[in-house]
């Protein structure tokens, strides 16, 4: 049965706190910084999460660095419902690309728009290749010397190269678009010219 919503939730937490232990703020940015790139989990969810692990004794409570501050640990068995939520099914998710609907539709949209929404999305891919490749740069000079360094590489890896095949797609699009006039005034509503 593939994994759930709130299962993958428990597998962000755990996994974040199996690099390291931390506050659950500490927890919250790890989430948002570190697998923000191709993770993205609702701080909504994080702390009731952190709550339910907690009473389940997959995580523990400790002092904090800070008076009446906690620091969560994963504990033994929050390591093995870790591996056991990571070797559930991967749930795909349905497909939904709010420029690709544009761009279906884009006689009725019109060709000038249709341009822009791509040199948008180059730009943004083109911005998000920047970041990847910092973020590998910070990360490789952070944790040289983690075990899970080879790990967290093929995650940005994965983000550059999505980001290197949008610019490459939008290249493509832009010039399939390319011969049509920019004052495109096509007929909508199923009329014919």
């Not at 490459?168 to 096509?186: C, K, N, V």
């Amino acid at each position: 049965m593939p994994m759930a919503r709130r299962s993958q939730t428990e597998t962000a937490v755990l996994g974040a706190l199996s690099m390291h232990p931390m506050t659950a703020y500490a927890l919250r940015e790890a989430i948002r910084d570190v697998l923000g790139h191709f993770w993205s989990e609702s701080f909504g969810q994080i702390y009731p999460t952190l709550g339910a692990l907690e009473r389940q004794g997959h995580v523990e409570r400790r002092e904090g660095p800070r008076s009446g501050s906690s620091t969560f640990v994963i504990t033994d068995s929050g390591t093995a419902r870790l591996r056991e939520l990571l070797n559930e099914p991967i749930t795909a998710a349905p497909p939904r690309n709010g420029l690709l609907l544009r761009l279906f539709f884009g006689r009725t949209l019109g060709v000038r728009k249709c341009r822009e929404l791509l040199l948008e999305a180059k730009a943004d891919a083109e911005r998000n290749l920047a970041g990847y490749e910092g973020l590998a740069r910070k990360i490789s000079a952070e944790e040289k010397d983690s075990p899970d360094l080879p790990y967290v590489l093929t995650t940005i890896s994965a983000g550059r190269r999505s980001a290197e095949n949008v610019i490459a797609w939008a290249d493509e699009a832009l010039a399939l678009l390319g011969d049509i006039p920019a004052d495109d005034t096509t007929p909508t509503n199923g009329e014919s010219s």
